[in-house]
């Protein structure tokens, strides 16, 4: 089957065999890539809506639960177009172009017929605030929705919560929809690509009441709930109507609230008036989560996970908190390979040498490799704190270390010499260029800087 995006033609083997392609380049966690993201296969493409299938509900559950953003992120880069995607089963699989031209007909006339309203359309019944961990980092939208909540009137509208991913916020937008509903009010879960496509369809078709009835279906909400509105920049007709739902609904004195990964004012591709608009109410970000976050949430979803917190020591905490920060998801994808490698074991103690070893074949991200990083790395191999190395000290030892961190900064960051020098007590341009050269001729010669160099790139690049 051919699938055309533009003026491109794509074969669906051809897309799966690039998918995988891709997978297997980004995706550092070989057990991951060969036990689940091997296993799943696109099986038809509709505009912004990818379909997979795969016969193992555990892939399903796995890959939609801890690796949703890094498909999506391949299938974009794949199909080159912002797409989302569910999974279809086996079972249904369509068998030639004849039944499934006629099963697209089908459903494309009973959506035309019947395109009511379903009370809680889209929540996810099991993300509720029982198993949402919360902590410092998230307590202002935890206050937050205890308002949304308990008050009859609104309060703030609309409500904009923004973080980096994977901290929470789809979750969150979930659980005060399921906490709204019980007091049977018309709560709505907006996910942003099915929105775009039911729009766009209706506009290809000249379905005018498919469209009026999906906005009618929208304005008449208690509650709206719309997760990831970045992916709304530049759409200008999913853009007017969402503009329009939102003026009717605040008129209406109706709840709405927003998620983004970005504050109002850096989202590309909205007009002004749609700034301004986000703006107008309450705008509010989950923070990064502190090491003390990290911890009260490792406890939680450890406890969940029934891994017997009491058999953690101290050092193995410190190992996923050090390793896995970046987010909540991050972490309990780390916690669900640990449970992978302990099923078979009873009492199991999860010291930091076992740890060790369940991870040892990972590499962090490319994106993880910070300055900060690198001069821990460089400070850990030559026996040095990391505020000498960023000292003005000339002591030789101090000296060999900045310029490792020097060239190390600028092999694997690419920064420019003026921004090195900024993390290394303000070193001018000529002073870190100096040093750059320094170490790249020694390491020409082969000398035992060479070996240095080589081994602190390893320390850099794996999980410690």
Partial sequence: MLITNENKKWNLNDINQKLLNWFKKNINDSIVFDSFLTQIKICKIDKEMVFFKTDDNFVENFVETHLKDVVKKGLNVVLEKDVDFVFVKEKTTLKTK????????????????????????FLMENLTFNNFVKANFNKEIIELSKIVINKEQVEYNPIFIHSNSGLGKSHFLNALGNEVKKQNKKVYYLNPNKFINIISTSLQEKNSVKLNNYADMLINVDLLLVDDVQIFGNKTKSLEILFNVINELIKNNKQIVICADKKPRFLGGFEDRFITRFENGLTLEIKQPSNDDLKKILKFKIEKQKLEFNNWDESSLNFLTRNFYKSIRELEGALNKIKFFSKDVTNMKYTEIVLNNIFNDIKISKQSITPERIIQCVANYYRVKPSEITSK?????????????????????????EKIGKYLGGKNHSSILASYKKISNQIQKGS?????????????????
């Fill in 98 to 121: 004849e039944s499934f031209t006629k099963i697209v007909d089908d459903l494309k006339k009973e959506e035309k017929e019947n395109f009511f309203y379903d009370e809680g359309d």
């Fill in 393 to 417: 000290s000339r002591r030789k030892d101090l000296v060999i270390a900045r310029n490792m961190a020097v060239w190390l900064m600028r092999k694997s960051l690419f920064f420019a010499y």
């Fill in 448 to 464: 035992e800087v060479k070996n240095a160099a080589l081994s602190i790139e390893e320390k850099i690049s794996k999980i410690t």
